[in-house]
């Protein structure tokens, strides 16, 4: 069994919760993203569908006993019951960038790297940034599809035949296609894996020998998500600060005419008053702006 490379995992990270500083800024706390998912909790994290056994050996001795008390809570719960108990759950847990991470990297990546083996013929004739795309997918949608005769599934069912046949040539066109069951965040993910599948066609397979993976958790072979709900990222900024920023902008270019309409000021100095006006308006909106989604440090 292969490793995936640093271009797949930063692909999932920035799918799943966009970077570092947006999470700290975000995402320490529980959501729920919609559809049929469950409390998502870390790097797309879904307590819905993980067992008491498995959030235990992940999250012990990374969070504290009261948080992981709380995780256990969200087990098993999906859909719009989830919506509620995230809310609920906001000030019971708390979960810092590395242990999320650390979670990640140490139990999520290495179990769906075993779940993708798992599911799917030949995986050791992708190149890591290949194998790395299809362990996203399956991250975000589970591996159920491959064997489900749902028609939203099909292409799934066809990747898993161009595996078999090891015509890898044809995944990315798949992956493009299962766009057509999304409208925005994840429609754009599946092109993006697509793109990034075409990338790692370029680049070497690895010639070390593979080893033999171990099978995944058992509710990792059979998590399916069929809404496939990513995480939204948040409007850069908020309808109430938006429409601040133009009261701002309007309000003072108003006071600014008015004073000019009863002889108070002059034209020249109404029209500077109104760039004033302007001015203030963008540089409120733009600290919003930065506020709300932090720069990361390696972007």
Same mark, same amino acid.
């Given at each position: 069994?292969?490793? !995936?490379s640093?271009k797949? !995992? ?7 919760v ?11 706390h ?32 990374r ?12 087990v098993g719960?999906?859909g719009? /019951? ?19 991470? /650390?979670v ?14 798992y ?17 996203s ?27 078999? #046949?090891?015509?890898?040539? /044809?995944?990315?066109?798949l992956?493009?296609?299962?766009? =057509? ?8 993910? =599946?092109?993006?894996?697509?793109n990034l599948?075409?990338?790692?066609m ?6 070390a020998?593979a ?9 990792? !072979?059979?998590q399916? =998500?069929?809404e496939?709900?990513? =995480? ?7 309808v ?13 270019? !108003?006071? #600014? ?12 100095l ?16 733009w ?13």
């Amino acid at each position: 069994m292969h490793s !995936i490379s640093q271009k797949a !995992i930063d692909l999932i990270i920035r799918e799943e919760v966009s970077g570092e500083a947006y999470y700290r800024k975000h995402y320490t706390h529980p959501e729920w993203p919609g559809g049929s998912s469950g409390v998502t909790i870390g790097i797309g994290y879904d307590l819905g569908y993980a067992t008491e056994a498995k959030v235990k050996a992940d999250w012990t001795g990374r969070v504290d006993t009261n948080c992981v008390k709380a995780m256990l809570g969200c087990v098993g719960v999906k859909g719009t /019951a989830a919506k509620a108990l995230s809310q609920r759950m906001n000030n019971r847990i708390t979960v810092p960038w590395e242990a999320a991470m /650390a979670v990640f990297m140490g139990r999520d990546i290495p179990q769906w790297i075993a779940a993708t083996y798992y599911a799917l013929p030949n995986c050791d004739l992708l190149t890591p940034t290949c194998l790395g795309v299809l362990v996203s997918l399956n991250y975000n949608r589970g591996t159920g599809g491959y064997t489900s005769s749902a028609d939203r599934f099909r292409e799934m069912r066809a990747i898993k035949a161009a595996m078999a #046949a090891k015509n890898l040539t /044809a995944i990315p066109a798949l992956l493009d296609s299962m766009s =057509r069951l999304w409208t925005g965040g994840v429609a754009a993910r =599946r092109h993006r894996e697509a793109n990034l599948f075409r990338v790692g066609m370029t680049e070497t397979v690895s010639t070390a020998p593979a080893l033999a993976p171990e099978a995944p958790d058992p509710d990792i !072979i059979s998590q399916s =998500r069929p809404e496939a709900s990513a =995480r939204a990222k948040l409007p850069t900024t908020t309808v109430e600060q938006n429409t601040t920023t133009g009261a701002i902008v309007v309000g003072g270019g !108003i006071a #600014a005419q008015q004073a000019h309409a009863h002889g108070v000021i002059s034209f020249e100095l109404s029209l500077f008053l109104m760039f004033l006006a302007a001015l203030a308006g963008i540089s409120v909106w733009w600290t919003w702006y930065r506020n709300r989604n932090p720069a990361e440090a390696n972007p």
